[in-house]
């Protein structure tokens, strides 16, 4: 079941303060239009009744996608980490939703709300996270080579409004330039990286950078300086 609160919100531009709904747990049963309010961001989005101000209120929560059996929890800080690990290694955290009685659930940590939405736009595009996950790896090393005046200082996977996927790199706030994957590209990548590895559902509970980092150097595409 989804849980929610009421938090005050100040607004940064008349000052008054509202009610904002935090959902500490989403689930999609119960509320479908939570789906969608987390992929364009819309459930971080205040709007102040008064001056229409609109600001991001940023909160950690266990997002559950039911129909596509995907648990994802973001976390903001150490102890909800663990404690997120502990829930997804099967123990009973107090204060936790029981998980369900599956053993194909697909469950993920995020530390972001950018790696929450790029979590769910890789799985909406029914590509593997891990695959993904060293291919921003191995593109970040070509831009950094290629094109060093770019400093870019992140990428992210996105499907752009023409439903072609992407990795998006950016400098701060800005992205500074994209790179389209095909299914070749991708298919590819899984060959050379994804072989002999477990079914996705079954792996790590945290993919990201340093399990790519760690994966790609164990196939010989990296070197360990």
């Given amino acids: ?34 789906k969608q309010a987390v992929r364009d961001r819309s459930a971080f989005l205040f709007t102040c009744p008064a001056c229409g101000e ?21 976390v903001q800080d150490a102890q909800t980490f663990t404690m997120a690990e502990n829930l997804f290694r099967g123990q009973t955290v107090p204060g936790q939703p029981v998980l369900p ?16 939405v790029e979590k769910l736009a890789i ?16 593109y970040a090393s070509r831009i950094r080579s290629q094109k060093p005046e770019l400093k870019a200082d992140d990428v992210f996977f996105c499907t752009d409004s023409e439903g072609i996927n992407r990795l998006m790199f950016t400098s701060g706030n800005k992205c500074v330039a994209t790179v389209a994957l095909n299914g070749i590209v ?5 060959e050379q990286i994804g072989t002999g590895l477990p079914e996705v559902r079954q792996d790590d509970i945290v993919i990201d950078s340093a399990w790519a980092l760690r994966r790609i150097q164990s196939v010989g595409l990296f070197r360990k300086n």
Avoid at 58 to 72: A, N, P
Avoid at 101 to 116: A, F
């Fill in 1 to 34: 079941m989804s849980n929610s609160c009421d938090k005050k919100v100040t607004c940064s531009h008349c000052g008054k303060e509202s009610d904002f709904t935090i959902w500490s747990t989403i689930n999609t049963e119960d509320n479908p239009h939570l």
């Fill in 54 to 74: 609109v600001m991001e209120v940023d909160y950690g929560c266990l997002y559950h996608e039911v129909e596509s059996k995907l648990m994802i929890y973001y």
């Fill in 101 to 116: 009685d599956s053993t194909d659930y697909l469950y993920r940590i995020v530390v972001s709300q950018n790696q929450l």
């Fill in 123 to 138: 799985f909406d595009a029914g590509w593997d996270d891990r695959i993904i996950e060293c291919l921003k790896i191995i």
């Fill in 186 to 190: 991708y298919q590819t990548a899984c």
